[in-house]
């Protein structure tokens, strides 16, 4: 496909997800299915075209005055990729297969993508209704926040010490120039293509036995933070796909217990592969089991229970783009509703001296600050254990992730923008 096709490719997909309201990614299949003849080469720089057009979707819709998916992908070539107003016309010349010629409007605009007198949900491109709670959070800067999470994301690794040493995977994985982690010893950064393409790291041989697994740097940092000790009983209240349980057993060197429970058990599904192929052997996996409280011998007892909350996952928004768009009002009040139970309910768990992790993937102060002052109100016997207290759990690092991170008094937001990560907040609150 010629790369104006491939630009009417992505009108075609945004206007079918104007329509239907779902995920980019199905979207993106349904079109592959359809277009069997397009290569991996065109589905991955259309899925960029995508993916780029609703990073800077306001922005775009500003610049063009419109936000109809051909206004919002030519704006995108704009603000996003710096394409000027030739270059554009260049590739939407009416051609066969290729978008329209621009119309006077068009070039007019193109021809000075200009966003200084934009208001700031529109040049941190996230939805307007989220503005006066990011103003809470970051006041003046939620531009520039905003900015960094409408960018593309690395991808990051994380060294599975159970398996390899962080020097032998960098060595393995040389072709990939990976760096390593700025806070996390344990990540590794691989930078995408130009079009935002991955490189297929599960066939790689490091990954397939076990040396690696992908996850966000932000997301290691929260689990070294959580303070997880070899030979401690450990709870991960709400464990998924076992992102966070594998980097625990790893930094328990699959010493002591660590239970992994989550309410939905086709969530964990994927867990069970992941601990055999991790090589870990100190997790037992809880599943719910209709109205027992498969939990109950577990009271009292814990040293540690993280909580990796169900939130809106704002701070994931440079992998997740469509997400911001679609995310609703409603939506963030069951998120906080819920997060408040999981809170209440992770108590009765710890013993005397141990402790809450309580991490979201989320900006909101209403999911994070605001979700432990509540907390501590109604639980009198827990307190904050302060953010530099718990960053000594990456040594030296941790006073530059301190440096970095958005600090209040219960804990440490980490975003693009500050420490180079997708968005997390930390907080550890320890029972008297
Ligand atoms: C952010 S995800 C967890 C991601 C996972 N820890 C990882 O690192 O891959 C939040 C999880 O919380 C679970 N959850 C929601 N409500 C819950 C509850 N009341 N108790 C336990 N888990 C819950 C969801 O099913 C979801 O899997």
Redesign the pocket.
Same mark, same amino acid.
């Given at each position: 496909m010629t790369p104006a096709a491939r630009l009417s490719a992505a009108i075609d997909i945004l206007a079918d997800l104007a329509v239907r309201r779902r995920p980019a990614s199905e979207s993106l299949k349904d079109w592959g299915l359809r277009h069997r003849f397009a290569g991996s080469g065109d589905r991955a720089a259309i899925a960029g075209l995508v993916f780029d057009t609703l990073r800077r979707r306001a922005s775009a819709a500003y610049v063009m005055g419109s936000d109809e998916p051909r206004a919002l992908v030519l704006g995108m070539l704009a603000v996003m990729r710096g394409l000027d107003l030739d270059a554009i016309a260049r590739l939407a010349d009416g051609s066969r297969f290729a978008p329209a010629q621009l119309s006077a409007d068009e070039r007019t605009r193109l021809a000075d993508p200009n966003l200084e007198t934009a208001p700031p949900w529109v040049k941190g491109d996230y939805a307007q209704w989220l503005d006066p709670s990011l103003a809470r959070t970051f006041g003046a800067e939620r531009v520039d926040e905003g900015r960094a999470l409408a960018a593309r994301a690395p991808l990051d690794l994380r060294v599975n010490t159970l398996v390899a040493a962080p020097d032998a995977v960098l060595q393995e994985l040389a072709h990939l120039s990976p760096e390593p982690g700025r806070f996390s010893p344990l990540a590794l950064r691989i930078q995408l293509d130009t079009e935002g393409k991955a490189p297929p790291l599960t066939s790689e041989a490091a990954f397939v036995k076990g040396a690696v697994e992908v996850?966000d740097e932000g +997301?290691q940092i929260a689990a070294i933070l959580a303070g997880p000790m070899p030979g401690a009983q450990v709870l991960?209240? !709400? $464990?998924?796909?076992?992102?966070? &349980?594998l $980097?625990l057993a790893g930094l328990m060197d699959n010493k002591g217990q660590l239970y992994a429970? #989550? +309410?939905?058990i086709r969530?964990?599904k994927p867990i069970h592969e992941r601990l055999q192929r991790a090589q870990v052997r100190n997790v037992q996996v809880r599943a719910p089991r209709g109205a027992a409280d498969v939990l109950a011998d577990l009271e009292g007892r814990m040293d540690l229970v993280?909580i #990796? $909350?169900? !939130?809106t996952?704002t701070g994931t928004w440079r992998r997740n783009p469509d997400a911001k768009w679609r995310m609703r009002p409603g939506a963030l009040a069951e998120r906080i509703a819920?997060q408040a139970?999981?809170l209440a309910?992770a108590a009765r768990f710890v013993r005397p001296g141990g402790r809450i992790a309580y991490v &979201? !993937?989320s900006l909101l102060d209403e999911e994070n600050g605001a979700q432990i002052r509540g907390f501590l109100e109604s639980h009198p016997d827990f307190s904050v254990v302060p953010p530099l207290e718990t960053v000594l759990a990456l040594g030296s690092r941790g006073l530059g992730l301190r440096a970095a991170a958005l600090e209040s008094a219960e804990g440490l937001l980490l975003t693009p923008r500050r420490t180079g990560t997708d968005g997390f907040y930390i907080s550890v609150v320890r029972r008297e």
């Amino acid at each position: 496909m010629t790369p104006a096709a491939r630009l009417s490719a992505a009108i075609d997909i945004l206007a079918d997800l104007a329509v239907r309201r779902r995920p980019a990614s199905e979207s993106l299949k349904d079109w592959g299915l359809r277009h069997r003849f397009a290569g991996s080469g065109d589905r991955a720089a259309i899925a960029g075209l995508v993916f780029d057009t609703l990073r800077r979707r306001a922005s775009a819709a500003y610049v063009m005055g419109s936000d109809e998916p051909r206004a919002l992908v030519l704006g995108m070539l704009a603000v996003m990729r710096g394409l000027d107003l030739d270059a554009i016309a260049r590739l939407a010349d009416g051609s066969r297969f290729a978008p329209a010629q621009l119309s006077a409007d068009e070039r007019t605009r193109l021809a000075d993508p200009n966003l200084e007198t934009a208001p700031p949900w529109v040049k941190g491109d996230y939805a307007q209704w989220l503005d006066p709670s990011l103003a809470r959070t970051f006041g003046a800067e939620r531009v520039d926040e905003g900015r960094a999470l409408a960018a593309r994301a690395p991808l990051d690794l994380r060294v599975n010490t159970l398996v390899a040493a962080p020097d032998a995977v960098l060595q393995e994985l040389a072709h990939l120039s990976p760096e390593p982690g700025r806070f996390s010893p344990l990540a590794l950064r691989i930078q995408l293509d130009t079009e935002g393409k991955a490189p297929p790291l599960t066939s790689e041989a490091a990954f397939v036995k076990g040396a690696v697994e992908v996850q966000d740097e932000g +997301s290691q940092i929260a689990a070294i933070l959580a303070g997880p000790m070899p030979g401690a009983q450990v709870l991960d209240l !709400c $464990a998924g796909a076992g992102g966070k &349980t594998l $980097a625990l057993a790893g930094l328990m060197d699959n010493k002591g217990q660590l239970y992994a429970y #989550d +309410s939905d058990i086709r969530r964990l599904k994927p867990i069970h592969e992941r601990l055999q192929r991790a090589q870990v052997r100190n997790v037992q996996v809880r599943a719910p089991r209709g109205a027992a409280d498969v939990l109950a011998d577990l009271e009292g007892r814990m040293d540690l229970v993280l909580i #990796d $909350a169900p !939130c809106t996952g704002t701070g994931t928004w440079r992998r997740n783009p469509d997400a911001k768009w679609r995310m609703r009002p409603g939506a963030l009040a069951e998120r906080i509703a819920e997060q408040a139970r999981i809170l209440a309910d992770a108590a009765r768990f710890v013993r005397p001296g141990g402790r809450i992790a309580y991490v &979201t !993937c989320s900006l909101l102060d209403e999911e994070n600050g605001a979700q432990i002052r509540g907390f501590l109100e109604s639980h009198p016997d827990f307190s904050v254990v302060p953010p530099l207290e718990t960053v000594l759990a990456l040594g030296s690092r941790g006073l530059g992730l301190r440096a970095a991170a958005l600090e209040s008094a219960e804990g440490l937001l980490l975003t693009p923008r500050r420490t180079g990560t997708d968005g997390f907040y930390i907080s550890v609150v320890r029972r008297e």
